[in-house]
């Protein structure tokens, strides 16, 4: 009954490799987000997701790309990883309930880039 | 601009002691805020969350936090610490829309036997 849920929960890979990190939420929400957790703990938002229109942070490389097969799921895909890719990726959904927004995140994806 | 500032990167208690974990937002309008706490090797879980209906917000585990707007401030507090307490914790100003969240750097708590 997990609101969130990320697999893998952990991803070790060589530098150049393309991996994916899935993400579903079964809340019926209609945003999802996928977040970067820097090794100081510092979150920075990469996307977002909400009725099929992609908003895109402009300082993520393009090698990351988001897809979405439906309203429950956003996929991360990393294209020719990179040593600085290393971090805690974490994805979220969210619903809007008059003017505020709630985020619920999943328990994250360690991704570790040797 | 909007910016959230966590005053303290760590904070160190005891059992059974109070816990203050300081949070000071910057706004051109009133955000949403809440506290995120995040134990070691775990997501985010909500902790608490401010709606315009109370300033004093109860949370999970004990934890309250309160909105002043003539501070800008939204402080978690909690009367006694737990060692299961122990993670790291966020401050966070939202907007409708997620580009509009913004995290605060976190602070970690320490608690001591």
């Known amino acids: 009954d997990t609101a969130v849920s990320q697999t893998p929960k952990y991803l070790v890979t060589q530098m150049g490799n393309d991996k994916s990190i899935k993400c579903e939420q079964n809340?019926?929400?209609?945003?999802m987000y996928w977040y970067k957790q820097d090794s100081k703990k510092f979150l920075k938002i990469m996307f977002s997701?909400?009725?099929?229109?992609?908003?895109i942070n402009e300082t993520v490389p393009n090698r990351f790309s988001p897809k979405s097969p439906d309203k429950a799921h956003l996929n991360l895909h990393i294209n020719s990883l990179e040593l600085g890719d290393s971090a805690v990726y974490f994805c979220?959904?969210?619903?809007?309930?008059?003017?505020?927004?709630?985020?619920?995140f999943g328990p994250g994806t360690r991704l570790l880039v040797l | 601009a909007q910016s959230v500032t966590q005053l303290d990167s760590h904070v160190s208690v005891s059992e059974g002691t109070p816990v203050l974990l300081r949070c000071n937002y910057s706004?051109?309008?009133?955000?949403?805020l809440f506290w995120y706490v995040q134990h070691p090797n775990k997501g985010l879980q909500l902790l608490l969350k401010?709606?315009?209906?109370?300033?004093l917000v109860k949370g999970i585990n004990g934890f309250e936090a309160e909105f002043k707007k003539s501070e800008t401030s939204f402080h978690l507090t909690k009367p006694s610490a737990h060692m299961s307490d122990a993670a790291e914790y966020f401050c966070?100003?939202?907007?409708?829309?997620?580009?509009?969240?913004?995290f605060g750097a976190g602070t970690r708590l320490f608690v001591k036997a």
């Open positions: 979220a959904s969210s619903h809007v309930a008059g003017a505020q927004e709630t985020q619920y």
């Open positions: 809340l019926g929400h209609d945003t």
């Open positions: 997701y909400n009725n099929k229109e992609l908003i």
């Open positions: 706004s051109s309008y009133s955000p949403s």
């Open positions: 401010y709606t315009s209906a109370a300033t």
């Open positions: 966070v100003a939202s907007h409708t829309g997620g580009f509009k969240t913004i």
